[in-house]
């Protein structure tokens, strides 16, 4: 089996060596523009934005606890956890 290549440049670049493929089977990814792929990148302080609305929202939804488990290991593993979270800010 052969290997894989991977190639990137322009349709001009690439199909300036279309002979060299000739027969081949090929697949074609179509990027974005770099001027779409610069806008479709969220900021970092949008994903922050993001995250915080989210956790909000997640605060306000009603909970119920669910049942321990008999296994003592998963009891502590789920306390740790729990414990974990609270020191994060997170209501748990």
Known sequence: MGHLEVLEGTWEELSARAEEFK????????????IESNRTVPSKVALHQAAGRLFAEADTLAREPGQLSQDSYKNAFGKALTEKYRKIGLKV
């Open 23 to 34: 027969g081949r089977k090929l697949r074609l990814i179509v990027l974005p523009s770099e």
